[in-house]
């Protein structure tokens, strides 16, 4: 079964500052990979995904995200913070073509001036 | 294109009632969710559809809900009666294909009182 864990529940960082947000997956099949935003009262916005190929994705808003098949992972960074990207993120799995999405518990990210 | 359109956007009820929460998917997409998000469980994947056939439900908490998609521009969820604790905010997503992400609506927040 497919499942999906994110290494804190809050990261807060200063505006310009490199944010980095951890995800580790767990897939018996080579994974689709996501990265969605979620601002207040909004629903879930797509970031980035990676599917096949190349593992370094690049997404919306500067963010960018690798997958490491050895290391399970799908870390989501942006090389400096704005206070724009305040906002909830959550990484998602799902194991190639089977369509259902697995959510881990979300990262909120809070950016300080 | 207008995304996926929920209704309404805010419910608030008294328990025992009933509730309908509508959702009009994008135009072609063949796969529509329906999700469920708390601070306690996070999102929740209650049921999906595949070309308006319910595909899994094994989500759904129990037998006061219920969901339909009798067309593929139209699905509803009910719950009949409702309870404080389905107080949550409810999501619909649709899909075309599987090498894709989601599209989420806004969501219906859902208060029971």
């Known amino acids: 079964a497919q499942s999906v864990t994110q290494l804190g529940s809050h990261v807060s960082v200063s505006e310009g500052a490199l944010v980095l947000l951890r995800c580790n997956y767990s897939?018996?099949?080579?994974?689709?990979l996501f990265w969605y935003v979620q601002y207040p009262n909004q629903g879930l916005q797509l970031l980035l995904k990676?599917?096949?190929?190349?593992?370094l994705v690049k997404g919306i808003n500067g963010f960018e995200a690798e997958f490491k098949k050895s290391e399970t992972s799908f870390h989501l960074t942006k090389p400096s913070a704005h206070m724009s990207d305040a906002a909830e993120y959550f990484c998602?799995?799902?194991?190639?073509?089977?369509?259902?999405?697995?959510f881990g518990k979300g990262t909120m990210l809070l950016v300080s001036p | 294109d207008a995304g996926v359109i929920q209704s309404p956007r805010h419910e608030v009820t008294e328990m025992g009632q009933e509730v309908t929460l509508r959702c009009k998917p994008i135009?072609?997409?063949?796969?529509l969710f329906w999700y469920r998000q708390t601070m306690m469980r996070g999102l929740e994947l209650l049921i999906y559809?595949?070309?308006?056939?319910?595909?899994?439900d094994s989500g759904m908490p129990e037998d006061r809900f219920s969901a339909k998609m009798p067309n593929a521009s139209f699905s509803t969820l009910k719950i009949q009666p409702s309870e404080p604790r389905d107080s949550a905010v409810y999501f619909c997503a649709s899909l075309q294909g599987t090498h894709y992400g989601y599209t989420f609506g806004s969501g219906t927040r859902l208060t029971v009182v």
């Open positions: 990676y599917t096949t190929g190349a593992t």
């Open positions: 559809f595949n070309n308006n056939v319910p595909i899994d």
């Open positions: 897939s018996s099949v080579p994974p689709y």
């Open positions: 998602a799995v799902r194991e190639g073509g089977y369509s259902t999405l697995t």
């Open positions: 135009s072609g997409h063949d796969y």
